[in-house]
């Protein structure tokens, strides 16, 4: 007997690519961000490096799941 799916399938992809979209752009944004830096405070540079690996840890996990 199948499974009863609630959502259909088209909508599971389009959450799929929306959780990849969100979790990674961050990590897009401060890779860009290291580039283009210009006269940073040294806490903005700390929250940048923070930012950085903490949605680098969140791809990490979301490949792992």
Partial sequence: MDK???FPKWL???MIICKWFITTM???ICSFMYFFQS???LWDN???TCVYLLSLSNIINSLDN
């Fill in 4 to 6: 009863l799916e609630i």
């Fill in 12 to 14: 599971n992809i389009v």
């Fill in 26 to 28: 961050p990590f897009v």
């Fill in 39 to 41: 006269e940073m405070s």
């Fill in 46 to 48: 700390m929250l940048l």
